[in-house]
Structure formats: structure tokens, C-alpha cells
């Protein structure tokens, strides 16, 4: 924790010392070594081949909304992919109406990440899947139903069959996660202005989005928001330098400490992959910044100690537009019919 806060304050304390990029040659050169492009092929994920067949059935669970017990809510509920792999609310609306304690991170580019939601809580993306299914606040189902509900209609225990060959019980709620995280693996944004720039087309950013690069570098951005999702590799405190006040920063929310019980773990949270951020707001894990103009000031100022002018700010937000990649095009699944076997909805309210 030491070292990550020591890292940020050297990051922004080099603002003033790093010299003028000489060229746009050097600028690209630099920006190759903190950035990586999105590739155009689907990556591979630990322990889960990623087959036609896996996707296509992980695709329909991602609709499906009878994986909830009030058979409303799927996971493009919360993280729909016609907005930006996510709702574009504060928190997400679940179960009963009940509103959610985080805002939903997006789906897209996700399996890049070094682990999934704010907390980093689950390793993976099956990890990831399995969790909203079972919380009360979400989709307030549990294993055995989702089984039950699987297992009742005989063309999704055809396409489980197929998903995992040979297997002696494909319909399980492990390979449930496991399909999900296949189909999840496909949602990534290749060829973003960026992505092109960082391939070597110069050309392809203005002279505000270079100089906003430009910033975002040597201010210490980088320090949190690096990689191929510009962010999610890391874990950091928010407020390194200052604290936002409680409306941004919620004193009972805090972070990674809920996970690990560790003291300098308070308030620590995995850094935001920045990624399409353009299409994701609300902003942090309180989701209470809908400017990304203004969450770009508030994280100079409490992470780096910077109090970046409205030109600055302009020119990291313009340079943070360019990392919108083209969008997955994902056709909407024909499901499989229930029948009188399959569970029937349970009320989101009390009757």
C-alpha cells in the first residue's frame, strides 16, 4: 500500500520535471511503453476453452432473465450492451426493486481486468457471473433453482451437451458461469482511434487529443490507468493525496478491506479500466459523477495533487474519447421455451 501511494506521489510530483516530448515520434514511442492495443481476436481465459458452441449458449444465459427467481433481470439487466456494457444508473436496480450499494462496471473488455468488480472479489469472469445470480439486491436466485430452471427445458440441455461434451452433468450452475464467461470473453472494442494510433497511424488523433495524451502521461495517469483496458490491473486508494468528500466517497463503503480485513486496505479499490468511458457514466464505484470532465479533476486533485486548469482538463477528457473502440455487434438470442416444469417467476414485491 506504501509503495502504491509512494508510486502516485512520485507520478504527479513528476509533472513539472519530465521534459517536453521533443516529437510525435517520441510521444507514440512513450505511449507504447505505458499502453496496449485491444486485440481483434477473442483472447483466451484460464481453464475455459472458448468454443462456438460454449459462446453461443453463454449468449443466451447473458439474456436470459429466468436465471432471476423473479425471472425479470438478466445480466444485460445491469449490464446492457446497446449503453456501454453497463446501465448508466448511480447503483443498479435489482431484486425487489432494491438499489444496489456499487455501480455496475462494464461488461465490455472485462476480461482483461485482473479481477472482477470494484473490490476485485472474484477472480475471473465465472467467478463474476455467479455472484449477482445468488445476491439478494440482484437476481436473488440460487444454484439449485438455476439448475432446476436449465434442466426443465430440453433445448438448453441440448446446447449445454454440446457446450461441454462428455461431461456426465453439463447443466450445472459451474458451466453455467463457464458459458457465460466464454460469451463474456467475446465482448471486447477493438479499433479505437488509439488502438489505430498506437498501430502507428499519427494521423488518426487531433493535436488536442495528442497534447491531452500528453497530460495523461505525465501527470502520472498512467500510475492507475495503463495496460490494454487503460486501468483494471491494479489496486489503489482513492485519495491518495485527498479524500472526496462522503458524497463522492462513502465512509461505509470501504473497498478491498471487506475482502481482505486489512487496515491499509481501506478504501482501496480496483482502478477503473477506462475503456469506451465515454459511454459509462456515472463515474466511480459510488457512481455520484455523471461529467467526465469532472472526474477527470477530481482524480488529479485527490490521486496526483494536481489542480489541473479547464484547458488541461479539456484536453486529457478529449484524449480519454478516443479510447471508444467499435462496438460488439451482438444479435439478440431466441431462448428456449419453459414449460410446466420450469420454476415459475417469484413476485418482486410482496403480494
Not at 457471473?129 to 433453482?145: D, H, I, L, W, Y
Request: proline share 6%; aromatic share 8%; hydrophobic share 40%.
Amino acid at each position: 500500500m506504501m509503495l502504491r501511494t509512494l508510486t502516485a506521489l512520485l507520478a504527479g510530483a513528476a509533472f513539472l520535471a519530465v521534459p517536453q516530448i521533443a516529437s510525435a515520434d517520441e510521444l507514440l514511442d512513450e505511449a507504447k511503453d505505458y499502453f496496449k492495443p485491444i486485440p481483434s481476436m477473442v483472447p483466451a481465459v484460464k481453464d475455459n476453452a472458448v468454443t462456438s458452441d460454449k459462446i453461443e449458449l453463454g449468449k443466451m444465459l447473458f439474456f436470459d432473465p429466468r436465471l432471476s427467481s423473479s425471472a425479470l433481470i438478466s445480466c444485460n439487466t445491469c449490464h446492457n450492451l446497446g449503453m456501454g456494457g453497463d446501465d448508466n444508473l448511480e447503483t443498479s436496480i435489482g431484486h425487489g426493486w432494491q438499489k444496489g450499494p456499487r455501480n455496475a462496471p462494464t461488461v465490455l473488455n472485462a476480461v482483461f481486468n485482473i479481477a472482477q468488480f470494484w473490490d476485485g472479489r472474484a477472480e475471473d469472469l465465472k467467478a463474476q457471473a455467479k455472484g449477482p445470480v445468488q445476491a439478494g439486491v440482484e437476481m436473488a436466485s440460487t444454484p439449485a433453482r438455476v439448475e432446476e430452471t436449465l434442466k426443465s427445458m430440453p433445448a438448453y440441455v441440448e446446447a449445454f451437451e454440446k457446450a461441454f461434451p462428455g461431461e456426465d452433468a453439463p447443466v450445472s450452475f459451474d458451466n453455467m458461469a463457464r458459458a457465460i464467461e466464454a460469451f463474456e470473453a467475446t465482448l471486447i472494442t477493438p479499433y479505437s482511434r488509439f488502438d489505430q494510433y498506437l498501430e502507428g497511424n499519427e494521423k488518426v488523433l487531433s493535436d488536442e487529443e495528442k497534447a491531452g495524451l500528453k497530460l495523461f502521461m505525465d501527470t502520472g495517469c498512467v500510475s492507475c490507468h495503463a495496460g490494454t483496458n487503460i486501468g483494471g490491473e491494479g489496486y489503489y486508494s482513492f485519495g491518495v493525496i485527498e479524500q472526496p468528500g462522503a458524497d463522492i466517497l462513502p465512509e461505509n463503503d470501504k473497498g478491498r478491506f471487506a475482502v481482505t480485513k486489512t487496515a491499509d486496505e481501506e478504501y482501496v479499490f480496483r482502478a477503473g479500466p477506462l475503456r469506451n468511458i465515454e459511454l459509462t457514466a456515472p463515474y466511480f464505484h459510488s457512481g455520484k459523477v455523471w461529467n467526465l470532465e469532472q472526474a477527470v479533476a477530481i482524480m488529479s486533485t485527490s490521486q496526483l495533487g494536481e489542480d489541473l486548469n479547464d484547458d488541461q482538463i479539456k484536453k486529457i477528457t478529449a484524449f480519454l474519447k478516443t479510447l471508444t473502440g467499435e462496438q460488439p455487434k451482438v444479435e439478440y438470442p431466441i431462448l428456449p421455451v419453459e414449460n410446466a416444469n420450469t420454476p415459475k417467476p417469484e413476485a418482486m414485491v410482496a403480494q
